[in-house]
Structure formats: C-alpha cells, structure tokens
C-alpha cells in the first residue's frame, strides 16, 4: 500500500499538560496502589487521577454532542485511551488507569530509558551472562552467543520481533537487568507514570509488573520525540545478522535473515489487518496473563493520534488491531469537535520549570541518542539501510521548547511522528 501523502507544514501552538495541581497533590496521584496482575474483568472503584478527574472514574468518559460521532459499539478492550498527540487532550478513555499487565508494550519504557545510552554503532560480542534469565517461551529475534552485533541490530530486534533475548543484551550492556528496571521505575516517575511498576525491563510476565493505558500512552508520546525511537518503531523490515558458519572451504561466512515488524496496523502481514493509514508505529505485545496490548501513532488530515488498548475480551484473530483501527477511526472523525475528557500530563522536569517561569528544550531531535536540543532539527529521510515499505519521513519543524507561565508545552513545532505508511 503505498504511502500517503505528506501533510502541509503547519504552525502549531501545542497546549501541554495544564498543571492541574489539585490531581497531581491528591493522594490518588501520588501514592501508587499496591501492584497487582490478577486477572479481572472489574475495574478498581478508585483509579489515579493523574491527567485529570473523569480518567480515575471506572467506565467510559466522553463528551458526546451535536457533530460528535459515536464511539464504536464494537470495543471489549479493558482499557483504551484515544488522545492528540500534539496537545496531549485525551479524547476518550476506558478505565484509563487500570493497573494491568503490559506485555511487551513495556519495551517502549525500556527503549525510553535505555536509547540515549548507545550510539547506534556501538558493538558488542554477546556472552552468555548477556542472555542469562531470558524467560521460557519469550519472543526472540536470534541473538547468538560469541557473536557480535551492533546496538542498532539489537534495537531493530527490539521494535521488529520483540525480542527478550536483545532487550536482555542491552539490559546487560547496561549494568544488567537489576540497574536497567531501577533506571526505568525512576524514568516512569519523572514522566508522572505512576500506575507503572517495572519487574522485568522485556514486559515478560512477573508477579506485581503493571502498567495503564495511560502510562503507556505517556511511554509512547516521549518515545516519539526521539529520533532514533522514531526510526525504530516504524520499521516494517531489515536484515539482521545470522549465525557464522563455515562454507564448504571452511571460511567463516555469516549471512543475514529478514525480520518483519509484528505491529499488523504497520506491516500487513495478517490478511484481516491491512496496513492503517497513516499508521508511523508504536509497540505490540502479548503475554498470557496481560492478552493482547497495543500503542500505535498514526497522522491523518492534520491530526496525530495515539491509541492504547489493552486485553480485548473477544478473542478474534489480531482482536488488538481491529479495535484499535476502529478507535483511531473514531478519533480522526472526532478530533476537532471533541471536549477532552483530560490530558497526558507533562514530565516532571517540564512541570517544575514551568512552575518557576523558565524554558527547556524538546528532547532528542537534533541527535540520535535522544539528547537535549535546542533550535531546529530535521528528521532524517529514512534509515539508515535495511528498512522497506516505508512511507516518507516528516520534517520535524523545530524550535526550542518554550514554557508559558505554568501551562504551554510546544510552540511552532510539528509533533515528530516520523515515518508513516
């Protein structure tokens, strides 16, 4: 399918996460519940109410009126969230801050924490203590002991196939799995996370690990700012480097096999998922005890949407993916015309410079490594070798990131969705 067309440049004054400081100092906020995976189908009475009031109610909050569509009827996820991208206005939600399994959607917190680390060039030669406590039966991309593999490999590896096996290798690269959770809880926190409790950095079922539809919402929106993020997860495909072998002459010869991205909204794959339009990322996952998860981005007729959902309870073939097109669907007819119902709140450090009248600038988007900036940036093209079936990549139209007294995020700024299809 080929690639829509690229939208306008256009001038945007982005409101950010209004400070909503009665939320943000009640109890609700700032004590997390105690972590909990059990399995139900009954939402907590009390929820967070971070990002405001009506996204701690249990139940859907929307503000239908006149020239509003209605939501579809056909979306049994536990929990979903549909926001703007760009203002972070929640434009509905379901039981937003239900504490629930995440999956590999965790990865999106793992990769937020741990790409600025590495530059994508970096290689490592895997040993075995890299891949020790992988867990039975986890998604893997290939990765080889006594082989050496470059950061950007692993990442694809990340992103494509959700492999536990390169999340445990950079985990490794890191100071190991311990360091890397401790990194992430931190990282949750200063993004005002605070339904999310990290046991595993892969998202591999562990008693107590949760996250919301919400939470991962926020992982997503502050991966995105992120270059080298943003080139990631809108890979369909790549080559990733085999196993060496030896030809019939006993030279070592180490080829390459394709991975394809598991994210069906963005390669296709299933007959009964066709690629969404527009769709630039996020993250699937899957486990046993969390079902199915998803964020994706997607942009379309000026908008840029994300969509969470978590654990559909009808169990139809790629169940994630059909409800989440069908809330994207609603979201690009509804943007516009919508009240929020809230909104995706700020990190912490913005919030704090805001408060004292200050200015910061975006994150990542002059280099790959997810450092700060300031001035314009430009996104790259494309990456670099090994992806296909892209669409084309949006400009990023800069600018230092400008705090107006304790309310306005980004100013005169594209919101960086990267690649789209």
Known sequence: MPAPRRTGSRSLLVTSATLLSLALTAPAALAAPTPSTSPSATPPASMSTVGGARLGRPGTQVNLAAGVPVLPKDVTARSWIV????????????????????????????ADTVLPKFPASTQHKVVPADLAGVGSGSSMVGIKENETYTVRDLWLGVFLRSGNDAVHVLSSMNGGVEATVREMNEHAEELQALDTHVITPDGYDAGGQVSSAYDLTLFARSGLQKKDFREYCSTVKAKFPGETKKDKSGKPVRNSFEIQNTNRLLSGTDGDVPVYQGIAGVKNGNTTNAGATFTGVAERNGHVLLVTVMHPEKSEHNEVYKETARLFDWGFQAAGKVQPVGELVAPKSVTATAQAGGTASPQGDAAPSGGVAGGTAAASASASGGSSGMGIALGIAGGVLVLLGGGAFLVNRRWPVGRRR
């Open 83 to 110: 926001a703007d991208a760009e203002s972070g206005q929640v434009l509905a939600a379901h039981n937003a801050h239900w504490r629930l399994a995440p999956a590999s959607t965790m990865k999106m917190l793992f």
